[in-house]
């Protein structure tokens, strides 16, 4: 059956075309999204739901998403979007960070050329017929120093646009290396170093509790007087009421914001300030922007839906559609992995530790990391999967380790699981065969060539005469048919394990038998979904 998916507020038709055209069921329902009830009543019945700002997915809506697997918000910002509560329902949060980048760069720029310029106050006042050259004397943008917090992809376009202007550029950020910037043709500086230099400063950084009013009074305070501030980024990085007290007295000469703290902004202490422009966050408002994440967020939401890829999610680790077509099987391994240690483990799990050897330690790990965790924790939750049970095992305190090394045995790569529970320590390890099948190749240190099936029954015994015979006649006994039979023992007369491939599931009279045998130190039935 085809994937669902509803789009609940106005995207392009050329998104919903790439639906149709991938061959997923698509239901375009624009303005669904502004009415929560109809939407809560509908959204059961969807695989995926693309939204724009207007559809607030809440922790109440996601209690009706019973099939959702995917939310993708046409934009960056995704406020909108109750982002936990969609990881412990399982559900994939994406957004389109690259398709409106040019265009809220751009509009950062037209804003710095309207306050240096005056534009907006002029125009009005040439509207209302008066001519009042004298009073709009503007600045000149060229040889002026531009601070730029931010220099990611936004924030590296407009430094560009700004060299091109030819100002002097400067930038504030942590993750800027030396070459980086040198590269770019921008000197790093310090925020202090900024704040003092600056002529005008703009922000292309995103809203956290580290940038959360980077513009405070304080630092306010600390620029060049005479300074034009710039925000085209997210509301909440400036102290708007202080950035109003330092426009009046004259010690910042103007402001151009294109978002607030709160939003709508029907008030602020920003409005009505002589040389302060004001737009309604159009930062990614073009057609051309619109058109751009339109279709991104329509390519990726088909990509997961019908190949497992996951590009700009916010909630999990993301695997491009050719890093899903070279990882799927090992990614499949590392679940089954995974759920062999969840379903044999009886007692709280503590850690979870997993060493990635040779080809495999060059993937991507932390989607693999995601898939381990989704194994175990689906043996007492089947509900759980890559997205919700790294969450889960988060809040529960289970500590998880990655390694990764060269190859070290005969396989080209393999993945080993380690649990540390309350009471003991286990760990099996596998990998995939030229064939694309995943296998068992140690279970508690002991090599063994185990493929995995739908129904295994596993044991483990003292290393004597007797026991395979023992246990295929309680499994007679029991109309259990033996599809194949899989042996290993650290040494002769040592431990041994014994794995029965059976047609069915294993029924609980057959491990209770076995278990009064006092042959077997350990029995248990498995479920792995092929």
Not at 17 to 28: A, L, P, S
Not at 85 to 101: E, L, Q
Not at 204 to 221: G, Q
Not at 384 to 403: F, L, Y
């Amino acid at each position: 059956m085809a994937p669902k998916v509803l789009i609940s507020d106005k995207l392009s038709d050329a998104a919903v075309q790439i639906f149709k055209d991938r061959g997923i069921d698509v239901d375009f329902r624009p303005d669904l999204g502004k009415d929560k009830d109809a939407l809560a009543a509908e959204i059961g019945k969807y695989d995926g739901l693309a939204i724009r700002s207007a559809t607030k997915v809440t922790a109440k809506l996601l209690e009706n998403a019973t099939n959702l697997k995917v939310v993708g918000r046409a934009g960056i910002g995704t406020d909108n979007v109750d982002k936990e509560a969609a990881s412990k329902k399982g559900v994939i949060v994406m957004n389109t960070p690259f398709g409106n980048m040019i265009t809220t760069a751009e509009h950062a720029i037209a804003m710095m050329f309207a306050v240096a310029r005056q534009i907006p106050e002029a125009s009005a006042s040439t509207h209302a017929g008066k001519w009042e050259k004298s009073k709009f004397m503007g600045v000149e943008l060229t040889a002026k120093t531009l601070g730029v917090i931010g220099a990611g992809n936004i924030g590296g376009i407009v430094c560009d646009r700004a060299k091109g202007l030819k100002m002097k550029v400067i930038a504030y950020d942590p993750f800027l290396s030396e070459e980086k910037a040198e590269k770019m043709g921008v000197e790093k500086v310090e925020l202090e170093t900024l704040l003092k230099r600056a002529d005008f400063i703009t922000l292309h950084v995103p809203l956290t509790d580290s940038t959360r009013n980077i513009l405070s009074r304080e630092n306010l305070e600390k620029t060049k007087k005479g300074v034009r501030i710039i925000n085209c980024a997210r509301g909440g990085l400036v102290d708007e009421e202080a950035l109003a007290d330092l426009l009046k007295s004259g010690h910042v000469a103007g402001a151009a914001f294109d978002v607030f703290s709160v939003e709508p902004a029907t008030e602020n202490p920003l409005f009505n300030l002589p040389n302060v422009v004001c737009t309604p966050h159009l930062g990614a408002s073009t057609t051309e922007a619109q058109e751009n994440v339109a279709l991104q967020v329509a390519e990726q939401m088909a990509n997961y839906l019908l190949d497992g890829a996951v590009e700009n999610a916010l909630n999990m680790p993301s695997m491009t559609a050719e890093e899903a077509k070279t990882m799927g099987p090992w990614v499949k391994l590392a679940e089954h992995l995974g759920s062999f240690i969840g379903q044999m483990t009886d007692d709280a799990i503590k850690a979870i530790n997993i060493t990635y050897d040779g080809i495999v330690s060059e993937m991507n790990l932390k989607a693999l990391d995601a898939a381990v965790i989704a194994g175990v924790m689906k043996a007492s939750q089947p509900d759980m999967n890559m997205v919700s049970a790294p969450v889960i095992a988060k809040e529960r305190g289970i500590q998880i380790s990655t390694t990764s090394q060269d190859k070290t045995g005969v396989f080209d790569g393999y993945i080993k699981v380690t649990m540390v529970s309350e009471s003991k320590e286990r760990s099996i390890a596998g990998t995939c065969f030229s064939d694309g099948k995943p296998r068992f190749i140690q279970i508690k240190g002991i090599n063994i060539d185990a493929e995995v099936g739908n129904h295994m029954l596993y044991t483990t015994n003292a290393d004597v005469p007797g026991i395979i015979g023992k246990l295929g006649a309680v499994l007679g006994d029991h109309g259990a048919n033996v599809a194949n039979f899989t042996l290993g023992r650290s040494k002769a007369g040592g431990e041994a394990i014994a794995i029965a491939y059976l047609d069915d599931s294993v029924e609980a009279g057959v491990i209770k038998e076995l278990k009064a045998t006092g042959l077997f130190q350990q029995v248990k039935a498995l479920e792995f979904n092929l």
